[in-house]
């Protein structure tokens, strides 16, 4: 009927290594080398995220604020009505 889909192609000289998830250790070096990391990827590249979306804010704020203002009517405008 065909092959299966584990048996499309034969691979040659290709070694894999797995190790049973009962043996790994969860949370191995987690204190020790996990937070630091963490940090170091964080400081590196909270500069080069945060300005541009610092500034978009600071545009989406003055353009809300703009569009309130100009929906506001003018109170001098309707002085001499009656």
Known sequence: MGRHFGDLAKV???ITYSLSPFE????ANYFSKGIPNVWRR?????????PPMILTYLIYSWGSMTHEQGKKK??????NDE
């Open 42 to 50: 964080f400081t590196s590249s909270f500069f080069k995220v945060a």
């Open 24 to 27: 790994q250790k969860a949370f």
């Open 74 to 79: 003018n109170p001098a405008d309707y002085a």
């Open 12 to 14: 040659r000289h290709v």
